[in-house]
Every structure is written in structure tokens, then in C-alpha cells.
């Protein structure tokens, strides 16, 4: 079998772009470089502006709910589905929970009322070593359980 030769021209070398070519592409990276740091900033600040207030009368007359007995086993049965070995956790409750809001639907819809409980939870992992204590937030309201991540706003109520 024979190998035909390729009868298309070869492809343009460098040297026949234009010479600012490479000068352009530079500037737009730069730009676009500097776009890319301000965006997190700009996030930020257009979050901070849609949070929905909180005013003292709704801390009044909201409606927290009630808190189940079993709350803590209602915790540690949630954690199940999250932790790698939830029968090594070790669970420190930080007081009672307390009563507060929390933004469970995005900071634009007005915050839920209930109750706020922090946990510190220790368990293993893939490797079989412990971790170390992880700090948890949890909201509860009723018979509902939400787990409330880093980034969730949500406050204590005084």
C-alpha cells in the first residue's frame, strides 16, 4: 500500500501573523484577568444588597415553632446519611437550642423563625483516623431539620 503525499499547502507559520498579533492577545488576557478578580467583589456586594431585613416586630410576633424532645437524635440520624463512619461521631451540643431565624431560601425571600443549634461533630474518616472536631449548624422548626451550611446567614434571636 502506498502513502500519497499531501497535496495541501502547510499550515502558516508564526511568522506570517501580523506583529502585534501577539501583543493583542496578551492585552485581552490581562484584561480578562482583571475582570475575573473583581467578579467575587462585585458578587459580594450585590449579595449584601438583597438580604431581606429583619425588623424587631418580626422577632415578636414570629411564629418559631416548637423544638422536638429528640432533637439530638433527630441530628445524629441526619448525620448518618453525611458522615463516612457516623457510628465513630462524637456530638458536643453547644447549650440548648435557641431561638433565631435563618435564610433557608436564599437571602431575597424572607428568613424562616425557629430555632438555632450548634454541634461540634468528630468522626472518622476514609482512612480511619478522626479528624478532628467540625463546627455544624442546625435550624429547627416543628419537626423539621435543615442543616445550615457556612455560608447561610442565620442569627440568634436575643
Not at 16 to 23: I, T
Request: proline share 9%; net charge positive.
Amino acid at each position: 500500500m502506498k502513502h500519497r503525499q499531501s497535496t495541501s499547502p502547510p499550515p502558516a507559520s508564526f511568522a506570517a501573523l501580523p506583529p502585534n498579533f501577539w501583543e493583542g492577545i496578551f492585552i485581552m488576557i490581562s484584561a480578562l484577568k482583571a475582570c475575573l478578580k473583581t467578579l467575587p467583589v462585585l458578587l459580594f456586594f450585590v449579595s449584601l444588597g438583597c438580604v431581606t431585613p429583619v425588623t424587631p416586630e418580626q422577632i415578636t410576633n414570629a411564629d418559631y415553632g416548637t423544638v422536638s424532645p429528640t432533637y439530638q437524635d433527630s441530628i445524629k440520624k441526619y448525620m448518618e446519611g453525611v458522615l463516612f463512619d457516623p457510628y465513630s461521631a462524637h456530638y458536643r451540643f453547644f447549650g440548648e437550642p435557641a431561638k433565631g431565624y435563618a435564610y433557608l431560601s436564599g437571602t431575597i425571600h424572607p428568613p424562616t423563625f425557629g430555632y438555632l443549634v450548634h454541634v461540634g461533630i468528630n468522626a472518622k474518616n476514609r482512612m480511619g483516623g478522626y479528624v478532628g472536631e467540625q463546627p455544624y449548624r442546625f435550624f429547627l422548626k416543628n419537626d423539621q431539620l435543615w442543616i445550615l451550611h457556612e455560608y447561610a446567614k442565620a442569627e440568634v434571636v436575643r
